[in-house]
């Protein structure tokens, strides 16, 4: 029994401290935060399987190129009434052959009939080999599509990181008020209770004090949900990580750079310039199908039937592999789809537009990069001027707080005013926040346009 007691006890503390220890905040890193988005977020496995797909259908088009065989067997059972006359051999038309049978002989039989078509396009004035050139292009278009893509999801993965490091930020600084303010709430209790001061100051203090908790628990909200925000994009639960944000008020010194050059081959231009690439041959495509293909031909075939020569007729089942007749074709075949030829030359034209307005696209997005990329620098260089004013105002507005602080505690200014330097000070700690989100915003949106996250890597890399 005491055996027992104590493995059970052994047990229960194992369990309390396996519980404990996967609970335990654990630290996501800038780039651990990639690396899960990169492994896991079902939108780039998708883009995967899209290249996957691609290359299957790439080899589909390549095997297009083997001869076409066509093997067929066939045991039927019916009559053989025939009659003379022309038709069509289209779908739903099936072919009777009659021979001169006996008076009294059964009307139906059975017939066997095997064949063996090949079909072998030998020349089609390159319409293959274009084509194969196409399917090898949309694999290449596929690759692009992901390589942006996770650009993109890179991109907004930060963004959802930094949001985290904002609202911890605006909770650290609440929680600062809070202390403040509690602290302005127990002094003008003490001078109430001393005579010094009016017993209402504790009241507007305790206000003052359930407004603020009220901004922490909003806050407080807001940082659960960016954190769920970013387990959407990482597929893990985030709640018990703990994301580092020294860094994110401690801004270094500004670097903007000099290249405003877009590069030839970002993966938002690449992309564009991928599709531009297939629609010419696409184009191509279209301009070899006014001609025909010529291909080699070959067949043969083995029929049998329940009919004899000497007009007996047998309807068993194996009378049907009887009186057997076998057969070969070979030759050259020129097939040429006149409507196709004719249709080729609207289809060429709006290839060409088609060609035309993706060009103008990709001239339109590297423009747009161009473009802000040169807003981007110019917001740093001014955003690093906000924050450093921030920061001073910041350094200011404390000291001038404890001033008053202390003015207060000598009855030399009222509550009201000291609670005014104070919402001073909060509002100047929140606008240096501010200023240091909309920093951090350039800082991302410069990463993602010329695809170079060093620099955000180097201050987030711990």
Known sequence: MIKQSFYLLVGYLS???????????????????????????PGLKEKKAQI???????????????PQAQLQLQNTYGTYAGSSGAFFPLPGIF?????????????????????????WKLFEFGKQRKSVAAAAQLTATAQSNFTAYQLAVQSKVTRQYFDILFYQSLLSLTGDNLARIKDILELSKSLGEAGLKPMADTLLAAASYKQVQGEQSLQTGQLQAGKIQLMEMLTVPTAHFN?????????????????????????????????????????????????PSLSLLGGVASRGSGIHTNGKVNNSWQAGFDNRANNYLAGLGLTWNMTNAYNSLTEKKKAAQQVQATRFHQQTQALQLHTNLLAVYSRI???????????????????????????????????????????????????????????????IIKAELTTDFTYLLQQFEN
């Open 15 to 41: 369990l309390i401290h396996t519980t404990s220890y996967a609970q335990a905040p654990t630290t996501l890193p800038l780039a651990k935060a990639w690396e899960l988005a990169f492994e896991n977020y």
């Open 52 to 66: 996957s797909l691609s290359e299957y259908q790439q080899r589909l088009v390549k095997h297009q190129a083997l």
């Open 95 to 119: 072919n009777v052959n009659s021979g001169n049978t006996l008076p009294g002989e059964p009307e139906a039989t059975t017939n066997a009939y095997g064949s063996l078509v090949l079909d």
């Open 243 to 291: 994301i580092p944000a020294a860094a994110y008020l401690n801004i270094p010194a500004a670097i903007t750079g000099n290249d405003t050059s877009i590069q030839p081959h970002h993966p938002y231009l690449d992309v564009i310039d991928q599709q531009l690439q297939y629609e010419l041959l696409q184009q191509e495509i279209v301009s070899r199908k006014i001609f």
């Open 381 to 443: 260089r001014e955003q690093w001027q906000q924050v450093q004013f921030t920061t001073a105002a910041v350094q200011q507005a404390q000291q001038g707080y404890e001033l008053y602080l202390a003015r207060y505690e000598s009855g030399l200014i009222s509550l009201t005013e000291l609670l005014q330097i104070q919402a001073l000070l909060q509002q100047a700690e929140k606008n240096h926040i501010d200023a240091s989100r909309q920093w951090w915003e350039q800082q």
